[in-house]
């Protein structure tokens, strides 16, 4: 019924026939089929189920297209003779009769003839016929790869013949075409040549559906028959992009509004991979046909318009389009309306060049075409160099080639204005690979037979005066490490001489370059060393096999290397640098640093066989280097040598050798022996490179080396060194048997020569010229001229000042020679005005303050420097934890000096650097300073906390040591308060300072008896010492805190404290404070107990015989610790412990006047021992009484 109803109601103008839903047309996945009329779902969702009818669908026109499609007619014939004229109402129902029915014929005709239609209505066509189709397509889209059916649709997307079709407001038609022809052969791999033609023949014109951005589909899959890569986009200008532009002012032509454009992307799907893999040549030459026709039927560069470029651009896969655009590309880009697009088209080309694949040999032509433009605005070679560096980033060579014809056209007679830009740029964008390749070329064009040595020098130079910022000049570097490497051909023998000298030329002219741009590089002076690290390396390994260069030219060539010839030198070949900056840039190069690698390169010349340059020779430069790099300041470390391997080179440069020619006796082993001249003077090298390397080569190569240790003293104290005068014996028995042996190997010689004299002292040639080769024998004294020498050249370049920078060297020298013969030099070290306090260490510093003017030597008239002297001390303790740490530590550790003096001078030190005083030429170097004076000033130092532990420590020492009395009992003192002090040291931190005081008690009576009361036990009672009842109360007091922290009910915690006391046997700094004894662990009646050393208990119990103090208020802490101790709450000794009560403790205790202590000693005591105890030592009569 519908179908008749739509038949019959025909087409309108506005014709009122039902419309297909658009709801179910779209193209995509994702959309459903729904159609109103039973038939049709019938037709479509209901197929015949019968296995002959099925067998039949699936190999009619509407199925699968099999491997190889049935030829139905021709396309012409297709076209016009079998091409039905159909209603586009009953297009759908009609061709879904005709599947159904399984006529071919008809179908064909159905669609051709409404293809016919659809192209007769192009400019307006049928709402229905393109729903019908899109919906056909959407559900049999194998019906549109037929042969006739393609071809009918590519008459869509070509021109029309006759009038010309300009209008591009509804491309509908186009689209339409596209899809379906997509969608038709969407699963083929070998797409139809027709695609190609209609394709070239859209991009040669209008463009109407190439630029569509709802072609896409079928335009990317066409454009992959052209194996084209794609540029980044920021390489393609914005307006012009290929393949992205849509219609401006439409809407889709399916959806009807811009609004639904986003919905219709997102629901179209398609794949793209390459449809022409196997027609590659087929597709090459439908294109160059094409384009080659364009290019004859349009000769001038007006004649060309966009479309020829874009096409162009998109065919960049075939080498022969890219020698064409490359050979047209300058003109193009300076045409005012082609330009955008000739910018596109650049980019393609240079992205899609290929230096290493079959078309390697066109491509290297392309690059010289593109080297040969003459762009004459900045935007133009902005961009080119812009593609230059993506072209590079991609392929290595295609860097080399373009670096290659870009410097012959700089070197050619008509050369681009651009090329220096262009190298600029690509050293910008490839640091390491640019330089290469242009010393690639570099050595091409020395190896050749004209001489390239000044446009070489002018295109350095130029390269990097290109860039803006003069960034380049870091090429230098790798351009020159490139340099070093070996030619890629063996040099012609007409030319080996002037490449020899051509290379070594441009080392010096990257180091000149380098200079000359010094203020816009940082790293200027490391990169002027590594490009000589560089050329050295050349003249090592590669220049004398390559180039066999003579003595003189080698030698000319290393010296100019290493900038030792004079400035004119350096400027003959071109006369650059110019006379008003030649002597800046010659100075600059010639302070460069001087490291140890280059150092060792040099002596590795002069050590090799195969170089003309000798031992004597390598040495006299690397003196003269060193020299140089001497006269530098030494905070720019000049000269930089961190291993001792430099020295055994240096020792191999002054080694003698007997000639080669000569045979020595069977069994004879020649001794090592040194030419002496090249001897010393490898020593004061070794002085110099030490003074300029304080921390990193004196302290270990004076360790090493008793030779240079002697010269080191030399230098510092301006005197010759103990060691030569100590071994005066040894060193007359060494010069004899070096004596001996110089003259047995003369002797040999002599016989081996047939020399007719006899070799003795008095004929010998060697004698003088040789010494033993021993560096790392004895100290040996050098020949007086040396010695005047190295005093000339330590006074010139201010060797032993520089020394003094490492504290190691002046503490052992101090310690070597004492601190009587050490206070001259260190007086005359200090007065240098010139010398600045902080170079020296503070050790010396402290011992010159501590030893005072008397112990300088120098007489008077030192008040004022020794003033600044204590004023920069006070300040660096002041100033930092490191500071106070390193002055506090060299007076405190001598507190406990066995020699008096010693320890008073540290007493001075202490009150000089802690005291706030100004005027320090009123002190008495020989009175005595007592410790009160400068402890008290230890708690107000402002970095009190980082120095408080190790402070108490040094003092706990002191305790041990110090024999007068009142010292004693300040130090007891200060470390009483230091316990008391907060933060309060915890029970592992006071077990080590219980210990040293406990040994103090029991140990040294005599100190004891000076500084603590008398024992109670005298009758009468003597007065009141209120310093020893100070000093008695401090004891009590740190006792106290120790029991109190130890005693504890926990078991974890006592076996904390079992550690504690376990760690606190061994002292500050590895110091054992108690090594002998036993421990207790004591049990309380109360669930009390402690495990401490037994000394420490002894003490407790001895101090409490001396009874309380008069400053121990009611005597609180005296009746807690003799509650503890003795009486019912006393502790018992557990199992195995040592005996708490030994016998000379319990006399203490019963000739004491406390009841509870006289119980205690007479607790289990024999009644034989009380009668010897009472025969032997008496008994007080207070004690007798008890008894």
């Not at 307006?124 to 016929?129: F, G, H, Q, S």
């Not at 290109?466 to 351009?479: E, G, I, N």
């Not at 490139?482 to 890629?488: I, S, W």
């Not at 020779?617 to 470390?637: F, I, K, N």
Request: net charge neutral.
């Amino acid at each position: 019924m519908d179908r008749g109803k739509m038949t019959s109601a025909g087409r309108g103008a506005k014709s009122k026939a039902p419309q297909h839903p658009q709801d179910i047309f779209a193209l995509g996945s994702k959309s459903t089929v729904v159609v109103n009329r039973d038939s049709e779902k019938r037709n479509i969702h209901k197929p015949s189920t019968s296995g002959v009818e099925r067998k039949r669908e699936t190999s009619g026109f509407g199925s699968q297209p099999p491997t190889k499609r049935s030829r139905i007619g021709s396309p012409a014939e297709a076209v016009g003779g079998t091409s039905l004229e159909v209603d586009p109402v009953d297009l759908v129902p009609s061709v879904l009769q005709a599947l159904d029915t399984h006529n071919s014929d008809k179908l064909l005709g159905l669609l051709t003839g409404s293809i016919r239609l659809l192209k007769s209505q192009r400019s307006k066509p049928d709402p229905i016929l393109c729903m019908s189709m899109l919906y056909l397509t959407k559900i049999r889209p194998n019906m549109f790869a037929h042969e006739t059916v393609t071809q009918s649709l590519c008459t869509l997307l070509k021109r029309e013949q006759g009038a010309a079709f300009k209008n591009k407001s509804n491309l509908l038609v186009f689209v339409l075409a596209c899809n379906m022809l997509y969608a038709g052969h969407k699963d083929s791999n070998n797409w139809p040549d027709t695609f190609i033609k209609v394709y070239i023949e859209d991009a040669l014109n209008e463009r109407c559906w190439v630029e569509c951005s709802w072609c896409k589909c079928l335009v990317e899959n066409i454009i992959t028959a052209f194996n084209t890569k794609q540029p980044p986009s920021y390489l393609i200008p914005s307006e012009n992009t290929l393949g992205t532009m849509s219609p401006s002012g439409s809407g889709s032509p399916l959806m009807g509004s811009n609004d639904d454009e986003t919905a219709v992307d997102t629901e179209l799907e398609y794949t793209v991979f390459p449809r022409y893999s196997s027609s590659y040549e087929t597709v090459e030459a439908l294109v160059l046909e094409a384009i080659k026709e364009q290019i004859q039927r349009r000769a001038a560069p007006d004649a060309i318009h966009r479309g020829f470029l874009k096409l162009l651009a998109a065919t960049c896969g075939f080498p022969e389009i890219r020698m064409i655009s490359a050979s047209r590309l300058e003109a193009w880009l300076h045409s005012g309306k082609l330009s955008r697009c000739a910018q596109e088209l650049l980019a393609y080309v240079c992205c899609n060049a290929d230096a290493c694949g079959p078309t390697a040999a066109r491509d290297h032509e392309v690059l010289a075409q593109l080297a040969r433009m003459r762009l004459k605005t900045k935007p133009m070679q902005q961009a080119y160099q812009a593609c230059l560096r993506v072209m590079a980033a991609d392929s290595p060579a295609l860097l080399r080639s373009v670096i290659t014809h870009t410097i012959y056209n700089e070197l050619s007679n008509v050369r681009s204005p651009n090329n220096m830009s262009v190298l600029a740029a690509l050293l910008a964008a490839q640091p390491a690979l640019a330089p290469v390749a242009m010393a690639e070329t570099f050595h091409e064009l020395v190896l050749r037979a004209e001489d390239y040595l000044r446009p070489l020098r002018a295109l350095t130079r130029e390269c990097v005066r290109a860039a803006p910022a003069r960034a380049d000049a870091q090429a230098l570097l790798p351009l020159a490490r490139a340099l070093a490497a070996p030619p890629p051909h063996e040099p012609a023998a007409e030319v080996r001489e002037r490449a020899f000298s051509s290379l070594a030329d441009l080392f010096c002219c990257c180091c000149l370059v380098t200079a000359t741009h010094s203020k816009h590089l940082p790293d200027y002076k490391q990169q002027l060393s590594g490009i000589q690290c560089a050329a050295l390396g050349w003249l090592l390994d590669t220049a004398p096999a390559i180039y066999r260069p003579s003595r003189h030219d080698y030698q000319h060539a290393l010296n100019k290397i290493m900038f030792v010839e004079s400035a004119e030198v350096y400027s003959k070949p071109d006369n650059w640098p110019p006379e008003c900056e030649r002597a800046l840039a010659h100075r600059i190069c010639c302070e460069a640093p001087m490291p140890r690698h280059n150092l060792l390169r040099i002596i590795f010349i002069g050590l090799s066989k195969e170089i003309p340059v000798g031992p004597a020779e390598a040495l006299e430069l690397v003196e003269q280097l060193v020299r140089r790099a001497c006269v530098l300041p030494p905070e720019e470390q000049p000269l930089l040598v961190d291993r001792l391997d430099l020295a055994d080179h240096i020792f191999h440069l002054c080694q003698f050798h007997p000639p080669d020619n000569i045979t020595l006796p069977a069994g004879y082993t020649p001794p090592e022996l040194a030419i002496t001249g090249l001897y010393w003077r490898g020593w004061a090298l070794l002085l110099m490179v030490a003074a300029h390397n304080p921390t990193t080569f004196a302290a270990r190569a004076a360790a090493t080396y008793p030779t240079l240790r002697a010269l080191i003293e030399m230098c510092i104290t301006n005197k010759p060194s103990i060691e030569w005068s100590a071994n005066g014996n040894s060193e007359a028995e060494r010069a004899e048997a070096e004596r001996a042996s110089i003259l047995q190997l003369e002797a040999h010689l002599a016989a081996a020569s047939n020399a007719k004299l006899p070799v003795t002292e008095h004929t010998s040639r060697l004698l003088s010229q040789l010494t033993t080769l021993d560096p790392l024998g004895p100290a040996r004294k050098p020949p007086q001229s040396v010695i005047e020498s190295i005093q000339a050249l330590n006074t010139q370049l201010r060797l032993g000042r520089l020394l003094c920078r490492q504290p190691a060297l002046l503490l052992d020298l101090v310690e070597r020679q004492g601190t009587r013969r050490a206070m001259p030099w260190l007086h005359q070290l200090l007065r240098h005005d010139q010398l600045e306090l902080s170079v020296l260490p503070v050790q010396c510093l402290c011992e010159f303050l501590a030893a005072g003017p008397g112990g300088s030597g120098g007489g008077g008239g030192d008040g004022g420097k020794a003033g600044e002297l204590c004023q920069h001390l006070r300040r660096t303790v002041a100033a930092c934890e490191a500071g106070a740490r390193a002055v506090l530590h060299y007076y405190l550790q001598r507190l406990a000096h066995p020699h008096a003096p010693t320890r008073a001078q540290a007493q001075r030190g202490l009150k000089l650097v802690l005291s706030q005083t100004e005027d320090t030429s009123e002190m008495d170097y020989n009175a005595d300073v007592n410790p009160e004076e400068w402890l008290e000033l230890l708690w107000g130092l402002q970095h009190w906390a980082a120095v408080r532990g190790e402070v108490a420590a040094r003092v706990r020492a002191a305790c041990l040591v110090e024999c007068v009395p009142a010292h004693v009992a300040a130090y007891v003192a200060f470390l009483a308060r230091h316990a008391a002090a907060e933060p309060a040291p915890s029970a592992r931190e006071l077990t080590p300072l219980v210990l040293d005081l406990s040994q103090l008690v029991m140990e040294r009576t005599c100190v004891m008896s000076a500084i603590l009361p008398p024992a109670e036990a005298r009758d009468p009672p003597p007065p009141h010492d209120a310093r020893a009842h100070a000093t008695l109360y401090h004891l009590t007091c740190i006792l106290h805190n120790h029991i109190n922290q130890i005693r504890t009910n926990d078991t974890e915690d006592a076996n904390m404290e079992t550690e504690s006391e376990e760690a606190g046997e061994e002292g500050e700094g590895g110091e054992p404070a108690w090594t002998q004894g036993e421990k207790l662990v004591l049990h309380w009646p109360n669930g009390k107990r402690a495990s401490l050393h037994v000394v420490v208990a002894h003490a407790h119990l001895k101090l409490l015989c001396y009874g309380p103090s008069i400053y121990d208020t009611n005597q609180e802490m005296y009746s807690w610790l003799q509650s503890v101790w003795v009486g019912g709450g006393g502790p018992g000794v557990g199992a195995g412990a040592g005996e708490l009560l030994p016998d000379w403790l319990r006399l203490h205790l019963v000739r004491s006047a406390r009841p509870p202590l006289l119980e205690a000693g007479l607790r289990a005591l024999p009644a034989h021992k009380l009668a010897l105890f009472i025969q032997t030592f008496g008994m007080p009569v207070a004690s007798m009484t008890s008894v």
